[in-house]
């Protein structure tokens, strides 16, 4: 079992940037690939970013083309920490958002954002953006 919490949310405004944290309880084969996903009002949950790895070491990492750009996710793995930087943000980046974990390596890039591949979740922190 992997318990994933997610932090950093907040109102800001339209161009303005927020960095999400996701804290898993341990480090494990299950945290390899995480992924950040988001869900708006009763639409379906979309893949935003997902890694593989490390990217400073021959890792993957795999955007929406939505947020190709202006979000960056990285991960510190001796905090066991994943993070989403969300720079020019717009009002349409409003939605929950939420951590994952433990898909299987190796994945195609798409399939990385794919929710069902997914085991683990966080609760979510939501992220608001006015124009």
């Known amino acids: 079992q992997v318990q994933l919490v997610e932090s950093g949310g907040g109102s800001v405004q339209a161009g303005g940037s927020l960095k999400l944290s996701c804290v898993a309880s341990?480090?494990?084969?299950?945290?390899?690939?995480m992924a950040w996903f988001r869900r708006y009002l009763g639409k379906e949950r979309e893949g935003v970013a997902a890694?593989?790895?490390?990217?400073?070491?021959?890792?993957?990492?795999s955007y929406a083309d939505s947020v190709k750009g202006r979000f960056t996710i990285s991960r510190d793995i001796g905090k066991n920490t994943l993070y989403l930087k969300m720079n020019s943000l717009k009002p349409e980046d409003t939605a929950m958002y939420y951590c994952?974990?433990?898909?299987?390596?190796?994945?195609?890039?798409?399939?990385?954002?794919?929710?069902?591949?997914?085991?683990?979740w966080g609760q979510g922190t939501q992220v608001t953006v006015s124009s």
């Open positions: 341990r480090s494990s084969a299950s945290t390899i690939v």
């Open positions: 994952a974990a433990a898909a299987p390596p190796g994945l195609p890039l798409a399939n990385m954002r794919k929710e069902h591949v997914y085991t683990y």
């Open positions: 890694i593989e790895g490390d990217e400073r070491t021959n890792g993957r990492v």
